[in-house]
T-cell receptor, first 112, second 116 residues
Framework: DAKTTQPNSMESNEEEPVHLPCNHSTISGTDYIHWYRQLPSQGPEYVIH???SNVNNRMASLAIAEDRKSSTLILHRATLRDAAVYYC?????????????FGKGTLLTVNP | ETGVTQTPRHLVMGMTNKKSLKCEQHLGHNAMYWYKQSAKKPLELMFVYSLEERVENNSVPSRFSPECPNSSHLFLHLHTLQPEDSALYLC???????????????FGQGTRLTVV
């Protein structure tokens, strides 16, 4: 399985943008990039996913490098409720690789 | 509220007890999962069910026994657990397997299990 690398932790200030990086240098052409986050004392929740083009939704934006070896999750204005562990996960669209395999993720701290 | 409900939220059990964790979803999903999250460790996938059939068992000890009686319900039966089994047990569901382009998993809030 292609792996991802994320910083262990990041800090941000409230109402400022946050850029959470993810490296996936061994990504295959059919791997989708998914992001989940886990707030304290809760189960993970889906944030966003993409393949090649940048994606936007109500929660965040996903910027994917042209060579797809890295991506960045962008929170446009961080709030205290965005403090969570953010996971970058690769899912292959072929075969039976349905498994969401979680790494350690990035612990985001948001300062008031 | 994610649409996936787990009960109980907290459970304390002795090593000789038998208990069950319950997961329920009314999202119309046909795949359900059990994950284990130990302190300071990544989530570990334990079991996967698709259309009520178990399709994955990730070398989980037999003291954990899953059951999926229908597509809306998933159970995890526990017996003779060890203190190291204390963890947060999370249930998730999704619409179909192997569809990475649109597979969004919904997680419950988990059951915090303590084995004494």
């Amino acid at each position: 399985d292609a792996k991802t690398t994320q910083p262990n932790s990041m800090e941000s200030n409230e109402e400022e943008p946050v850029h959470l990086p993810c490296n996936h240098s061994t990504i295959s052409g059919t791997d989708y990039i998914h992001w989940y986050r886990q707030l304290p004392s809760q189960g993970p929740e889906y944030v966003i996913h993409g393949l090649t083009s940048n994606v936007n939704n109500r929660m965040a934006s996903l910027a994917i490098a042209e060579d797809r070896k890295s991506s960045t999750l962008i929170l446009h204005r961080a709030t205290l409720r965005d403090a969570a562990v953010y996971y970058c996960i690769l899912l292959n669209s072929g075969g039976s690789n349905y498994k969401l395999t979680f790494g350690k993720g990035t612990l985001l701290t948001v300062n008031p | 509220e994610t649409g996936v409900t787990q009960t109980p939220r907290h459970l304390v059990m002795g090593m000789t007890n038998k208990k069950s964790l319950k997961c329920e979803q009314h999202l119309g999903h046909n795949a359900m999962y059990w994950y284990k999250q130990s302190a300071k460790k990544p989530l570990e996938l334990m079991f996967v069910y698709s259309l009520e059939e178990r399709v994955e068992n990730n070398s989980v000890p037999s003291r954990f026994s899953p059951e999926c009686p229908n597509s809306s319900h998933l159970f995890l039966h526990l017996h003779t657990l060890q203190p190291e089994d204390s963890a947060l047990y999370l249930c998730a569901s999704s619409q179909g397997l192997g569809r990475a382009q649109n597979t969004e998993a919904f997680f419950g809030q988990g059951t915090r299990l303590t084995v004494v």
